[in-house]
């Protein structure tokens, strides 16, 4: 079965350092999301990405947030300068078409002491 | 505003109980409605959907969920959990805006199923 994949797994990082969270979406698919997860709490959509740009971005996704899709594969996000409040599970997800089945990739923790 | 909502956060049964896990929606026109299953350690998978048609949908693993649009509801149903049940389930739908979707989901109920 197709899957996305993300890497890594696990981020531990200093604050106000930059990471870079990647993701391979399914082959096929065209349209890119990044979801986090803040523990306890509920998933919260971040960013959509189509046609290599964003279509659609929450109030979380602020400027130290971007996504690229570097080539024709990875899709990435990065966050410039990591706050505390920035430590969540970071999954990403990919569609064919809009409203349909969203399929997702294992997570990011990303810890930022 | 759009919204889906889980009533239970928190779950605990033995094996064999019956499960029910509430999700409501609180949205009107076309409505598409997902239950998701996160695994310890694993990524969300889809458990099942419903887009139209028959209001009663069955999934994966002998999970099943009823639409009902009077209510705004759509709970997951399983006649007997096993132990391998133990996840968090996330009730989901997606939000149309401007030809595009994002999903937004409920809180999350955690399932702790013990033998």
């Known amino acids: 079965e197709p899957e996305v994949t993300q890497t890594p797994s696990h981020q531990v990082t200093q604050m106000g350092q930059e990471v870079i969270l990647r993701c391979v979406p399914i082959s096929n698919h065209l349209y890119f999301y990044w979801y986090r997860q803040i523990l306890g709490q509920k998933v919260e959509f971040l960013v959509s990405?189509?046609?290599?740009?964003?279509?659609?971005k929450s109030e979380i996704f602020d400027d130290q947030f971007s996504v690229e899709r570097p080539d024709g594969s990875n899709f990435t996000l990065k966050i410039r300068s990591t706050k505390l409040e920035d430590s969540a599970m970071y999954f990403c997800?990919?569609?064919?078409?809009?409203?349909?089945?969203?399929?997702f990739g294992q997570g990011t923790r990303l810890t930022v002491v | 505003a759009q919204s889906v909502s889980q009533h239970n956060h928190h779950v605990i049964l033995s094996e064999a109980a019956s499960l029910e896990l509430g999700c409501n929606y609180s949205?009107?026109?076309?409505?598409?409605l997902f239950w998701y299953v996160q695994y310890p350690g694993q990524h969300l998978q889809l458990l099942l959907k419903?887009?139209?048609?028959?209001?009663l949908v069955k999934g994966i693993k002998g999970f099943e969920a009823e639409f009902i649009k009077s209510k705004f509801s759509f709970n997951l149903r399983k006649p007997s959990v096993q132990w391998s049940d133990t996840a968090e389930y996330f009730c989901a739908a997606p939000m149309f805006s401007g030809g595009y979707n994002k999903l937004i989901f409920g809180a999350g109920t955690r399932l702790a199923v013990h033998p």
């Open positions: 990405f189509y046609n290599n740009e964003i279509s659609e």
């Open positions: 419903y887009f139209s048609g028959d209001p």
């Open positions: 997800a990919s569609t064919s078409v809009p409203g349909a089945e969203a399929f």
């Open positions: 949205y009107g026109g076309t409505v598409n």
